[in-house]
């Protein structure tokens, strides 16, 4: 082809056509500068249509992500919620006037009143996602605002985490010190028999500051599961984003 465009000005030229020429090869300069604009546009698609299937693989990684952390918040929202309703049970029963043998499961339901669920969520594609400066040009917007507003709530809430623990292992401490303890965690994965000594975690009930113990543990499990409860909203909504982008053509 380029010998055929060759041999037509040379043509051209020895017949001394020269007004012929310079418009031949004004026509020639055109058709290159279309061929490089044609490459040109070839080459953005290409570009664009990987970075779209990145995106999308980036979406769908995060979606997973966040789905199978939404099924280990629900299994600690439950958790905490059976907390709280353990704490409220034995706070029915509280008080100098309690009869012995009235609250026959104190020993199940004190255990319970120590359990602590610490959301421990996968971060790994979300931290990706920012470090390598994927979040900014994601072009769900709606995402976007959710993925960026997540990282400020999430910071807060393991700052609330730290304290809810902190508060846990007082309460535990008070346990080891107050009760006994081998009757709280008899049977069950170490198979412990019950305690031989001649008490009873039913006297817990007669003190007032196991009583100020379990209220508290019922202000300190609800923060957490406010926080637990908000977290799955939002995870819901970043998950309902992601389906939105898959849905599009």
Known sequence: MIRFFRNIRQRLLSENKFTRYLIYALGEIILVVIGILIALQINNWNENR??????????????????KNLNSLSGDILSLQGVIQACNTLLEHTGPDYEFGTLPEVDSLVSMTSRMSVWDPSLYTLSNIKSSGKLSNLSNEELKILLIEWETFYTNLLDWGDFYVERGSHYFDYLLENSLNRNLFSGGPFRLDASKFDRTNEALLLKPDFENYITNRVFINGFMLGYYEEAKERITAMIAQCETYEEQP
């Open 50 to 67: 990987k970075l779209a299937q990145q995106e999308k693989e980036t979406i769908a990684s995060l979606k997973l992500e966040f789905e």
